[in-house]
């Protein structure tokens, strides 16, 4: 999938129509991939620089960072340095503790204490302070699967999963209803299937696949979202199917209709796979993790964890969505003393990493794993979700005021208009991190950043009884897509009218 910024739908007549690549765009596409190839060993500053050209160069720059954003998938950045960056940094700061730094000559003499500290010449000192720095860092390889038709078609499939995010509904008709319904069970989503007299003759079956998640009359959530976008892999690997999904716009009810007619290809195998687990406390526990609208990712059966003269796998891994940083996670249920103990020892060799275990009380050894210095969270049956929820929110909290620290008082976005979202993403952070950060140049208006001279321009296009679809359409025309909170912002309220749509009128 794209990030949802990068999302390209009309709306024309009510709908909800992805805005797919087509033939025309394959010189863009090839450049795009050029852009990559030709940067390998460059900063990745001058990378960005040679796609933003491109972006200006485009009649549409949601098309060409979509692009980017999937070849960057396929690319490594590595920091270039003779000298780890965060030592020569501590070198630096630890000799000009002992020299007062104002000057030229007594910044050199700095970074000649620093050098002698790590056995490295002044100026290569200097060239690392800030190497890990991410536009400094060097594109050291990068290997897309994909020509530039190739690329296209890998968007289309992305783009489509992507507007498949915000579904409440998928209605399915495929020429291969058996791996329809079998990736439906394996995603865990709810289905009814039910016969259509009037289906057209086009080889799909006439019976059409009704799938909700099993939340959806109570709440929607990003993950289920996911699952209707994954299942699209496997119903787009059909000869001949036709889907139609209700969309929750923003609160405006739409309707996205795809078929085998698209341009909407499945470049490689159907990824929806059987997951297998060693205990139902586990399969019971993964279920209802991943039913959670978090920032931490569950993955089963992480790599190996060396624990002396062994390896160990834990169970699962939780990775937080915003920095490189994992909390392991095993379940110990109910084994034999033996066994137990085997655990224990394999926990006791474990060094530098953080590891929570949930431990069945019935083995009465939480204070023994305490005492290895790993979080030990007592059940009994099943594991709590919230009490794992709660030991992981510790650890948040140490990480969003980690990275709120790194962050400068004030930030000045280049953009008139930028979703708090993204610009975390691009420092590398979450948008908790972000809230004591000052804006001096742009006004925060919910979880977007608007420069005061574009809310002067939409307080002259957007006018009382405008239909509330004309009005995001100007809101879009900026990038704004929290209409509203920019609504409210400028006095207007929503006067909504069913679930066709609304109009705008001014607040009382």
Request: no cysteine.
């Amino acid at each position: 999938m794209l990030r949802k910024e990068l999302l390209r739908v009309s709306r024309a007549g009510g709908g909800y129509h992805p805005q797919f690549a087509r033939r025309k765009h394959r010189p863009l596409a090839a450049r795009v991939i050029g852009s990559f190839q030709g940067h390998v060993g460059e900063p990745r500053g001058d990378l960005e620089d040679a796609l933003a050209d491109l972006e200006r160069e485009s009649d549409d720059f949601k098309l060409v960072r979509g692009l980017a954003a999937l070849l960057e998938r396929e690319a490594t950045f590595e920091t270039d340095a003779s000298v780890d960056p965060e030592r020569a940094r501590r070198a630096a700061f630890e000799a000009a503790e002992d020299v007062v730094v104002v000057t030229e000559r007594e910044r050199e003499a700095a970074l000649s204490r620093a050098g002698d500290r790590v056995g490295r010449p002044p100026d290569e000192v200097a060239e690392a302070l800030y190497a890990d720095l991410e536009e400094r860092q060097r594109l050291a390889t990068v290997d897309p699967p994909w020509d530039p038709d190739g690329l296209l078609a890998q968007y289309n499939l992305s783009l489509a999963q992507t507007a498949l995010f915000d579904a409440t509904e998928v209605r399915v008709r495929s020429s291969d209803p058996k791996a329809l319904v079998s990736a439906i069970k394996r995603l865990r989503l709810m289905y009814e299937i039910r016969k259509r007299p009037d289906a057209p003759r086009d080889g799909a079956s006439d019976r059409e696949v009704i799938v909700t998640g099993p939340t959806h009359l109570f709440r929607a959530t990003r993950r289920y979202g996911t699952r209707f976008a994954r299942l699209l892999r496997t119903i787009a690997g059909a000869e001949t199917w036709g889907l139609e999904a209700t969309i929750d716009d923003r609160g405006t009810e739409r309707t996205l209709a795809l078929s085998s007619d698209d341009p909407i290809r499945v470049p490689d195998a159907d990824p929806v796979t059987e997951v297998s687990f060693d205990s139902g406390v586990e399969s019971d526990f993964a279920a209802r993790f991943v039913d959670l609208d978090g920032d931490w990712n569950l993955v089963r059966e992480p790599e190996p964890l060396e624990t002396g003269t062994r390896v160990m796998i834990p169970d699962f891994a939780f990775e937080y969505a915003h920095t490189d940083f994992r909390v392991y996670f095993e379940i110990m249920g109910f084994w034999t003393p033996e066994y137990v103990q085997k655990k224990l020892s394999q926990l006791e060799g474990l060094e530098d990493v953080e590891l929570v275990v949930a431990v069945d009380e019935s083995l009465g050894v939480g204070e023994e794993i305490a005492a290895r210095d790993h979080r030990a969270i007592p059940y009994t049956d099943t594991v709590r979700v919230k009490d794992v929820v709660d030991v992981l929110r510790e650890y948040e909290e140490e990480l969003v005021a980690a990275s709120a620290a790194d962050l400068p008082d004030e930030l000045v976005p280049a953009e008139d208009v930028i979703d708090l979202e993204s610009l975390a993403d691009r420092h590398g952070v979450g948008v908790k991190a972000l809230e004591e950060t000052e804006f001096p140049e742009h006004e925060r208006v919910g979880r977007t950043l608007v420069r005061p001279e574009v809310l002067e321009s939409l307080l002259e296009r957007i006018e009382p009884g405008m239909a509330l679809a004309e009005a995001e359409s100007v809101l879009e025309e900026h990038g704004i897509s929290d209409a509203s909170a920019l609504l409210s912002r400028l006095d207007y309220r929503v006067e909504w009218e069913g679930l066709g749509g609304g109009t705008v009128r001014e607040q009382s």
